[in-house]
C-alpha cells in the first residue's frame, strides 16, 4: 500500500504536533508528515517533490499575503487538495479560500473529531466548509439531508454539459484559472459558465452551487 504523504504549513509546532495526530488517525500510523514553517519552505517542499496526498495550510503562514500562498500552490500542484487552517472562521474569508481553490477550511478552535471528519471528506473528494459558515449562508449543517424539490431538477436539467463539467470542478473546491487549464478553455468563459449556473441554480455565490449540486446528485 502507498504511504500517503501530507504536507503540512503552520508555524506553531505544537499545531504541526496536532495536525499530525489526526493526518496519522485518519490516513495510517505510517502516513509521511512533511512541516514547513513558512511560505519559502513550504513552496521549495513542492518542488522538492510534488507528490502531496493532502496538503494543510495555515492561512497566516509568514510569508503570505492574503491568499497569496494558497494561490501559488494551487498552481504549482492543482491536483492535490488543499485544507486551510485559520484561527479565523468569518464568512468572508471562508468564501475566498474556496473561491482560490481550497476543498476544505478548518478552524483551529476545532475539535479533533471534527479535523478527522474534513480530512475525511476532502481525502474521498468532498469538500469541506465549517458549519458555522453554512450557518450564515442560510445552508444546511453537514450531514443534514435536504430532499431535493422537483424545482431544482428542473434546474439542473437546463445546465449544458459543459456548465456540468464546470459545476463538477466547482465541486472539488478549484479555482477558476485552474478550470480553465483542466477545461482548455479561458478563464473568462469560466467566469460566464459559472454566472450562468449561479443564475440557473436559483443560488449567488459559488459555496451556495456546490451545496445544490451535492444535493442533486444524492
Known amino acids: 500500500m502507498t504511504i500517503k504523504r501530507v504536507l503540512i504549513a503552520d508555524d506553531h509546532p505544537l499545531f504541526h504536533e496536532a495536525l499530525k495526530g489526526v493526518v496519522m488517525d485518519v490516513l495510517a500510523r505510517d502516513a509521511d508528515c512533511v512541516c514547513t514553517v513558512n511560505v519559502r519552505e513550504t513552496l521549495q517542499a513542492l518542488e522538492d517533490d510534488p507528490a502531496f496526498d493532502l496538503i ?17 500552490i494551487r498552481s504549482k500542484v492543482p491536483a492535490v487538495p488543499v485544507v486551510m487552517v485559520s484561527s479565523t472562521d468569518q464568512v468572508d474569508v471562508v468564501r475566498e479560500s474556496f473561491s482560490y481553490g481550497a476543498m476544505g477550511y478548518l478552524p483551529k478552535s476545532s475539535s479533533q473529531e471534527v479535523m478527522k471528519n474534513a480530512i475525511r471528506l476532502v481525502m474521498s473528494g468532498s469538500t469541506y466548509i465549517p458549519t458555522e459558515a453554512l450557518g450564515s449562508f442560510g445552508m444546511p449543517a453537514l450531514g443534514t439531508t435536504v430532499k431535493e424539490t422537483p424545482k431544482s431538477q428542473d434546474a439542473a436539467s437546463t445546465l449544458t454539459p459543459r456548465q456540468l463539467a464546470v459545476l463538477d470542478l466547482l465541486a472539488e473546491g478549484k479555482a477558476n484559472k485552474i478550470i480553465a487549464y483542466e477545461l482548455n478553455i479561458s478563464e473568462i468563459t469560466v467566469k460566464a459558465h459559472v454566472s450562468a449556473i449561479l443564475r440557473k441554480l436559483g443560488v449567488s455565490n459559488r459555496l451556495q452551487a456546490v451545496i445544490t449540486a451535492k444535493n442533486m446528485i444524492r
Open 56 to 72: 494543510l495550510l495555515d492561512l497566516k503562514l509568514p510569508g503570505a499575503d492574503g491568499f497569496s500562498a494558497l494561490i501559488s
